[in-house]
């Protein structure tokens, strides 16, 4: 598997045979993901489920390499090409021509477990199955695959050309070739990569988990105020968001989502979520997403509105 194919320069006499790159789902991160297999030289096709979806996708692809343009990371003509190369599909059937497959639908088990089915049987068996989860069980999205040990994690981080990390998971049964061929893939990418074993939250969801939840803590207890604590984070760590920007940004139901399965992981009440949290998404309060979170986006200009 270590003789997956890398990229090729779209001026490379081998253009016209570069590896492809099948990326399920033109979501937020499938667009990303797609947006930066292109600029470095893959072939990509972009599924979703419908027409109007997909070219959601790509419409983001697009935005997201003309941000790179006028950064100066990639030069028009590269990001003009890359937008070009991306080929579209509805449905799993065109995955047979890619080398590569990376999964990035909606974050729920049963619904990868079901792509990976679909995807184990129409992916050419020398294909690298990946999956985008942030959270969930590589193991577990795996074991209904006939052949479990061609599944890995390869976990990108939003927005996907701006962050330089890389999580690779094997789950328990990945072959060791395939998990090298991930780490490989991902630094042909410009990525660096960390590992991590199959382990609730992985390193960085975990991380984030913990972080948001312990200033939501401090917050519902009075022990600071949500600019102070923001402004703890960023001045005391040079983080560069406080963990309420960050929480907005991610979004409040994606995080108790991930404190519930780092609870069921562990059982461990250091990941009980703090009730303000689970409050706030009840409430609708979800951060950016939703217009309100823990700042407000209609006023956040002007200061935002406390939670
Ligand atoms: N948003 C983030 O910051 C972030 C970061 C890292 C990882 N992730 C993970 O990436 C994955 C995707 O997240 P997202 O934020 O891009 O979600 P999203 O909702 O923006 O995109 C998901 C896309 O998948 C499509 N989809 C739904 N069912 C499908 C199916 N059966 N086949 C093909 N496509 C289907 C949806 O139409 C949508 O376009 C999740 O597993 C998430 O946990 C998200």
Partial sequence: MTDLPGPSTPSD??????????????????????????????????????????QRGVDRVQRAVDRASQRGGVTPEAAASAVQSIDTAIGLRRADTAQYVIEAAPENLELKRALFKELEAAASPAAMLATNTSSLPITSIASVLSDPTRLVGIHFFNPVLQMELVEVIPGHRTRPEIAEAAVTFARS???????????????????????????????SEGVS?????????????????GPFELADLVGLDTLLAILDVLWDGFRDPKYRACPLLRRMVEAGKLGRKSGEGFYSYSSKASGGGAA
Wanted: net charge neutral; glycine share 10%; hydrophobic share 45%.
């Fill in 13 to 54: 006499p081998r253009a016209s045979v570069r590896p492809r790159v099948f990326v399920v789902g033109a979501g937020l991160m499938g667009s990303g993901i797609a947006a930066q297999c292109a600029l470095s030289g893959y072939a990509v096709t972009l599924e979703d489920v419908n027409p109007s979806l997909v």
């Fill in 189 to 219: 990418l410009g990525k660096t990569v960390v590992h991590s074993l199959d382990s609730p939250g992985f390193v960085t969801t975990r991380a984030v988990g913990v972080l948001v939840n312990e200033a939501a803590w401090m917050l």
């Fill in 225 to 241: 105020s949500r600019d102070d604590i923001d402004t703890a984070y960023k001045l005391g760590f040079h983080h560069p968001m």
